[in-house]
Nanobody
Framework: QVQLVESGGGLVRAGGSLRLSCAASGRTFSRYAMGWFRQAPGKEREFVAAISWSGSNTYYADSVKGRFTISRDNARNTVYLQMNSLKPEDTAVYYC??????????????????WGQGTQVTVSS
């Protein structure tokens, strides 16, 4: 059974930084891509960043490019999202997710089969 557990959310002022973590269990972590998504109140869930199974390829939404960095530690079965220069519009619940199929990397929520419970990020102005 695949489990994803996020941590690291919180309240931060605009311009500040947070690092989110997502610990995975239940299968061979190094075979699967990982993604971060977010959902603000009244909005649809949107793609933030994704990383390939080896970590050699990363992708970002235009809105976070240059400010957020996704990384992974396959020895620790953990994926990270370093968020710098945070803005009030980054306020949302952040979810990590992973596809059900190995060696597949996708950028849309429907391609991801397993999701964490989410962690709240609030950026004050």
């Amino acid at each position: 059974q695949v489990q994803l557990v996020e941590s690291g959310g919180g309240l931060v002022r605009a311009g500040g930084s947070l690092r989110l973590s997502c610990a995975a269990s239940g299968r061979t972590f190094s075979r699967y891509a990982m993604g971060w998504f977010r959902q603000a109140p009244g909005k649809e869930r949107e793609f933030v960043a994704a990383i390939s199974w080896s970590g050699s390829n990363t992708y970002y939404a235009d809105s976070v490019k240059g400010r957020f960095t996704i990384s992974r530690d396959n020895a620790r079965n953990t994926v990270y999202l370093q968020m710098n220069s945070l803005k009030p519009e980054d306020t949302a619940v952040y979810y990590c997710a992973t596809p059900g199929t190995a060696w597949v990397l996708a950028l849309v929520p429907k391609e991801y089969d397993y999701w964490g419970q989410g962690t709240q990020v609030t950026v004050s102005s």
